[in-house]
């Protein structure tokens, strides 16, 4: 059963730092890309960025580019976003994805496929 | 703003059919697949239709996907109150470097 397991809600100052984690079971993990959306307080969905553990190739949404960083460390099948000064404007529910990517003649397929609980980061003074 | 243009509410009777239209344009929709996601209240998003009109195993088959052109469709049949939910839709954006790009989300209220 493919599972994604995320760290536990965060209470943070503005300005500190914070990495947040997914753990990923019962599949390859360097298989597949893995991601991460944003979700603020009674907001939609955004989509922030994706890694592939394989090779850690790594690509940004440009809303989020040098925002936040998306890392992976396949040893433990687990995927990181982090954030080096957060800001209030970080508050937000934030989900890691599994993401099915595949491209032909008729285009790109991506689709999020297995998604984490998801992870409360509150930022507040 | 969303890149992907969503109606911000629906809403039917159970047993009612309803739709939820999604508009896009030639970078996105009109050149890749399209994905809908159910969101229940206090849960994460669950993938509903992929590819246009596949569902994963499990979705029942009251839910299905159309695309056409630069816009997409999902239906829903046989209205539950169930069905309550928030609903997306995605697509790979060809843009830029490329990006998953959502909709703003359709609130479906089962009256």
Known sequence: EVQLVQSGAEVKKPGESLKISCKGSGYSFTSY??????????????????????DSDTR??????GQVTISADKSISTAYLQWSSLKASDTAMYYCARHY????????YCWLDYWGQGTLVT??? | QSVLTQPPSASGTPGQRVTISCSGSSSNIGSNTVNWYQQLPGTAPKLLIYSNNQRPSGVPDRFSGSKSGTSASLAISGLQSEDEADYYCAAW???????????GGTKLTVL
């Open chain 1, 33 to 54: 890309w893995i991601g991460w959306v944003r979700q603020m307080p009674g907001k939609g969905l955004e989509w922030m960025g994706i890694i592939y553990p394989g």
């Open chain 1, 60 to 65: 940004y949404s440009p809303s989020f580019q």
């Open chain 1, 101 to 108: 990517v595949a491209y032909d003649s008729s285009g790109y």
């Open chain 1, 123 to 125: 930022v507040s003074s």
């Open chain 2, 93 to 103: 954006d060809d843009s830029l470097n490329g990006d998953v790009v959502f909709g």
